[in-house]
């Protein structure tokens, strides 16, 4: 069955950086796009952007091109969201969640990664 | 961009109660690509139904959608105790994707 594996909760000074790893099972990484959604603690979710894992193609919202970067390793199945310049607005959980094409519901998600950026 | 509202907040039912939660959208989405997830407590969220009527795979039937233009709609036929939930309508018909606010579901 579909897997995503998220790495642990980070804790990071204002200014940082942070890089959150989703490693997926189950199905064929490059065959699918690979979404970034971030929930604030107690508020709604707010998506962030895809990249293509075949292709390394992203897009990005507008609200987070120059401090986002997303990047895949297909040779472990596995997809990064480094998220720079870090605020306490960044504290939030961090999702993954898979879709079949580019225009395409978030059929899995991965557990979330809690980062908490805080002086 | 497509904003999207869902409103009230928080709604309140028994359970065995019917549910309607709605969504409403700034405009046109295309293709009808509007989901509903499904979240509980320190969970992810869970995909219920997509194409605005969709059911995805494994959810009950109990759950269904619909749309009327921009006004979607979604039914719990019957709820159960672990339907009491946050529910969260998402466009993805056009970038940037977008979700409503969320409904709270909980027991009266």
């Known amino acids: 069955q579909v897997q995503l594996v998220q790495s642990g909760a980070e804790v990071k000074r204002p200014g940082a950086s942070v890089k959150v790893s989703c490693k997926v099972s189950?199905?064929?990484?490059?065959?699918?796009?690979m979404n970034w959604v971030r929930q604030v603690p107690g508020q709604g979710l707010e998506w962030m952007g895809w990249i293509n894992p075949n292709s390394g193609d992203t897009n990005y919202a507008q609200k987070f091109q120059g401090g986002v970067t997303m990047t895949r390793d297909t040779s472990i199945s596995t997809a990064y969201m480094e998220l720079s310049r870090l605020t306490s607005g960044d504290t939030a959980v961090y999702y993954c969640a898979i879709a079949d094409y580019s225009l395409d519901a978030f059929h899995f998600w991965g557990p979330g990664t809690m980062v908490t950026v805080s002086s | 961009e497509i904003v999207l509202t869902q409103s009230p907040g928080t709604l309140s039912f028994s359970p065995g109660e019917r549910a309607t939660l709605s969504c409403r959208a700034s405009q046109s989405i295309t293709s009808n690509y509007l989901a509903w997830y499904q979240q509980r407590p320190g969970q992810a969220p869970r995909l219920l139904i997509y194409?605005?009527?969709g059911r995805a795979a494994g959810i009950p039937d109990r759950f269904s959608g619909s749309e009327s233009g921009t006004d979607f709609t979604l039914t719990i036929s019957r709820l159960e105790p672990e339907d009491f939930a946050v529910y969260y309508c998402?466009?993805?018909?056009?970038?940037?994707?977008?979700f409503g606010p969320g409904t709270k579901v909980d027991i009266k």
């Open positions: 189950g199905y064929i990484f490059s065959g699918y796009y």
């Open positions: 194409a605005a009527s």
């Open positions: 998402h466009q993805y018909g056009s970038s940037p994707f977008t």
